[in-house]
């Protein structure tokens, strides 16, 4: 599987993005998917999960404020990002791996077999 993440960009606080993680390779609506952010200087940090079955999970930071959603006709995982904040600042990555049951998702980073690139996003106060 080939990920290719995008949507990033510069943003204001408050303001919203919608990242993008387009899938090829494999028939990636048996994959469970998964977005990671890093900052400069800190650990990989997990943001959200969703199964193929459409279960969803996220980090404790994230309070209602993303939502992570797939479209497996067009093979591509979404994360929308709202209310964001200038310690949102971060690069963004997808990540998939086979769902061996239609609930399974992942938190952590070692379970993802596949990622993608990150895309940058910025949010300045």
């Known amino acids: 599987v080939q990920l290719q993440a995008s949507g990033g960009g510069l943003v204001q606080a408050g303001g919203s993005l919608r990242l993008s993680c387009a899938a090829s390779?494999?028939?990636?609506?048996?994959?469970?998917a998964g977005w990671f952010r890093q900052a400069p200087g800190k650990e990989r940090e997990f943001v959200a999960a969703?199964?193929?079955?459409?279960?969803?999970n996220y980090g404790d930071f994230v309070k209602g404020r993303f939502t992570i959603s797939r479209d497996n006709a067009k093979n591509t995982v979404f994360l929308q990002l709202n209310s964001l904040k200038p310690e949102d600042t971060a690069v963004y990555y997808c990540a998939a791996v086979y769902g061996y049951s239609s609930s399974y998702y992942a938190e952590k980073s070692q379970e993802y077999d596949y990622w993608g690139q990150g895309t940058q996003v910025t949010v300045s106060s």
């Open positions: 969703i199964s193929w079955s459409y279960s969803t």
């Open positions: 390779g494999r028939t990636f609506s048996r994959y469970a």
